[in-house]
C-alpha cells in the first residue's frame, strides 16, 4: 500500500504532466486558428486556377494535353506515387496511425507503387518498412509554405514527363470539422477531365456557361499546360495546409484528453492523500489519549 510520501511524489509528477498537456493544447489551437487562416487567404487564388482549367475543357472539347492521357509502362503497368502526409511529431492521437494505415492499403504491387514521403513520423515508419521510398521531403519550417508545395510538385512532375510514374495521388487528412477528421486518397495525376466538367454542371446556369470573352492565347492546349504545374502545387499546398490543421485539431483533442485524465487522477490521488493523512491524524491522537489515559490510571 503506497504511503503518504509515494504519493505526494505521484502527485508532483501527474501536476508536470498536467502543465505540459495544457500548454500543448494551447499552443495546438493557436497553430490550428493560424492555420485555418492560412488556407482561407490562398484559396481564392487557387480556386481561381482551377476556374480556369474547368473553362478551357468546357469550351475545348477536343483538347488534348499530356497530363489528360494515362501512361503505361513497357509492360503495361501503371506505376503510382503517393504522397503521405504525416506530422513531425506524435501525440496526436491516431492522426498519424490513421494515414498510415490508409496508404499501406492502397499499395498493390511493391514494384509498382511508389511513396514519396513527408513528415517524420511517416518517413521513420515507412523506411523501416519494405514499401518503396520514392523521395523523402523534410523541411525545417514547421509551417507550411507554397514554397515548401512547389519543390513537391516540381519533383513530381519532373518523375510524371519523364515516364518514372504514371499516376500520382495524396494521402492526407481532410478536416471536415475539429472532431470530423477523414484520411482519404486523392488522385491528382493524370488529370479527371469528367471531374472538371461535372464541376461546371454542379455549378449555376451562369457558371455552367463559362466566361465566353476569355480567349486563351496562343492556344488553350499551351494555356492549359502552363497552368498544370500551378494547379498541382495549388493541390499540394492545400493538402499540406489542411493535413497541418488536422494535425493540431487532432492534438488540441488529444491534450485536452489527456489533461482531463490528469486532473482526475489527481484529484483520486489528493483524496488517497486526504484519507492517509486523516488516518494517521487519527492515531497519533488515539495514542496521545491511551497514553494519557495511561499516566492518570
Known amino acids: 500500500m503506497p504511503n503518504m510520501r509515494d504519493i505526494r511524489l505521484r502527485m508532483k509528477s ?20 493560424r ?44 506505376q503510382r506515387a503517393f504522397l503521405v502526409i504525416t506530422s513531425d511529431k506524435g501525440m496526436a492521437g491516431g492522426f498519424n496511425h490513421n494515414v498510415i494505415k490508409l496508404a499501406e492499403d492502397q499499395i498493390v504491387a511493391r514494384d509498382l507503387d511508389f511513396f514519396v514521403l513527408l ?23 514547421q509551417v507550411p509554405t507554397v514554397y515548401d508545395a512547389k519543390e513537391i510538385s516540381d519533383f513530381v512532375l519532373s518523375q510524371y514527363d519523364a515516364g518514372k510514374i504514371d499516376e500520382f495521388y495524396i494521402v492526407y487528412t481532410r478536416m ?27 455549378n449555376s446556369n451562369a457558371d455552367a456557361k463559362g466566361d465566353s470573352s476569355l480567349t486563351y492565347v496562343p492556344s488553350p492546349e499551351v494555356v492549359l499546360k502552363s497552368l498544370i504545374p500551378k494547379y498541382l502545387c495549388g493541390v499540394v499546398y492545400g493538402a499540406i495546409v489542411e493535413s497541418y490543421a488536422s494535425e493540431h485539431s487532432a492534438r488540441m483533442t488529444a491534450m485536452d484528453n489527456a489533461t482531463k485524465n490528469a486532473e482526475e487522477m489527481l484529484n483520486a490521488l489528493r483524496l488517497s492523500y486526504n484519507r492517509l493523512r486523516q488516518g494517521a491524524i487519527t ?5 496521545i489519549v ?8
Do not use: W
Open 119 to 141: 513528415g517524420n513520423i511517416g518517413s521513420r515508419y515507412f523506411m523501416k518498412s519494405e514499401s518503396s521510398i520514392l523521395e523523402t521531403f523534410r523541411f525545417t519550417s
Open 14 to 33: 501527474v501536476k508536470q504532466t498536467l502543465q505540459i498537456t495544457s500548454a500543448m493544447k494551447l499552443i495546438s489551437t493557436s497553430k490550428l486558428r
Open 35 to 78: 492555420a485555418r487562416v492560412q488556407l482561407a487567404q490562398t484559396e481564392p487564388y487557387f480556386d481561381r486556377i482551377q476556374e480556369t482549367v474547368r473553362d478551357i475543357f468546357l469550351h475545348s472539347a477536343d483538347i488534348r494535353a499530356d497530363y489528360l492521357a494515362t501512361h503505361r509502362n513497357a509492360d503495361g503497368k501503371t
Open 283 to 287: 492515531q497519533e491522537v488515539t495514542e
Open 290 to 297: 491511551a497514553g494519557a489515559a495511561a499516566l492518570n490510571s
Open 176 to 202: 471536415y470539422s475539429s472532431v470530423k477528421l477523414v484520411p482519404e486518397v486523392l488522385r491528382v495525376l493524370p488529370l479527371d477531365e469528367s471531374t472538371f466538367r461535372s464541376g461546371c454542371e454542379q
